[in-house]
């Protein structure tokens, strides 16, 4: 109920003018629990709404922007870190989205600092942020093996002075999954920035957002994260940069998860598209809330919940893993 708000809210910000007290709870709630109230607050900027909710907004906009400053600086002392090694450093994701300027960035929530580097040098990597001031979070033996030899990143680490968060990705999905995205073609076309960081093409940002998305997740926050996709793909509109767009989805193999989040961006945040039944099940799961905000859908979320997990890796090794996890007494994290 409340992510049906949310939706016509960012697709349409006039219509929050027919809300009251009730309308203008759920809206607020789901923008938090889908951690997007910023960029609600920047798409109804200006528009006549309740004077509390006003100041929830202004908040949220000061908050926004404050969180865009500390994402600028955190990836300002990495690169400072990383400098003497030579090697591209990517940003990724919110980050990337501020540090380029594009309107996904605009009011957008950011908690880690996400970059990607060449797989080959991530020993020399995780010895410089080490040496920086970075710490191990996963003390588990097993948590830590398991990121090493399977995900697409190392094992995250904080700052000890600024507990800021840290994730280095050497591509952009697990190596069990089944796609296997270019990481080289990732790196060799990202675009460079003025302060010697690196973002992904245009295209590949697109990609990466998509894969994260459909391909290594469980929709949680997903309205977010179309959004985002919508908004990048606002330097597509022409038929050959969207081709362009196709081809590159194509090399790192996620074609199929691309034209998903075509189909679903367009049906929710855009001028509307035709649904399969298998998109509509994907709607039901992003738009699984209450007028509060809370979750809803219990078996729907249950559903993604698996299939996230059998993305990520064959279900012989997902049972391993999941004994392992058991035994140990630990959420399922992978």
Excluded at 20 to 47: K, N, S, V
Excluded at 88 to 100: D, R
Excluded at 104 to 129: C, F, M, N, W
Excluded at 255 to 266: S, V, Y
Aim: proline residues 5%.
């Amino acid at each position: 109920m409340s992510g049906a708000l949310l939706v016509r809210a960012l697709r349409d910000p006039t219509t929050t003018r027919e809300l009251d007290a009730a309308g203008w709870t759920g809206l607020i709630a789901a923008a938090r629990a889908e951690q997007i109230l910023g960029t609600l607050a920047h798409r109804l900027h200006g528009l006549p709404m309740p004077a509390t909710v006003e100041r929830i907004l202004a908040d949220a906009r000061a908050t926004a922007e404050q969180g865009r400053t500390l994402a600028l600086w955190e990836a300002e002392m990495a690169a400072q870190a990383l400098l003497p090694l030579g090697i591209p450093v990517v940003l990724l994701k919110g980050t990337a989205y501020v540090a380029a300027g594009l309107s996904a960035g605009q009011g957008r929530s950011i908690g880690d600092l996400d970059i990607l580097v060449p797989r080959d040098r991530l020993d020399a990597v995780e010895a410089a942020l080490l040496a920086a001031g970075w710490e191990w979070v996963k003390p588990d033996a097993y948590d830590d093996a398991y990121y090493r030899r399977w995900m697409h990143e190392l094992p995250p680490l904080i700052h000890r002075e600024r507990d800021r968060m840290i994730d280095v990705h050497h591509t952009i999905l697990p190596l069990t999954a089944r796609p296997s995205p270019n990481a080289d073609a990732l790196l060799a076309d990202s675009v460079p920035l003025a302060n010697g960081l690196c973002v992904l093409s245009a295209e590949d940002m697109v990609c990466h957002a998509v894969a994260h998305l459909f391909a290594d997740g469980d929709l949680a926050g997903g309205l977010r994260n179309l959004w985002d996709i919508h908004c990048l793909l606002d330097a597509f509109e022409a038929p050959e940069a969207l081709a362009r767009l196709r081809a590159r989805a194509s090399l790192h193999q996620i074609a199929t998860h691309l034209e998903r989040a075509l189909r679903l961006g367009q049906a929710l945040y855009g001028e509307g598209a035709r649904l399969s039944a298998t998109d509509r099940l994907y709607v039901r799961r992003l738009l699984a809330r209450d007028g509060w905000g809370r979750p809803t859908a219990r078996a729907t979320r249950t559903a993604f919940y698996l299939r996230s997990h059998l993305l990520r890796m064959p279900p012989g090794m997902l049972a391993r893993h999941l004994w392992t996890k058991w035994r140990k007494g630990h959420r399922v994290t992978p």
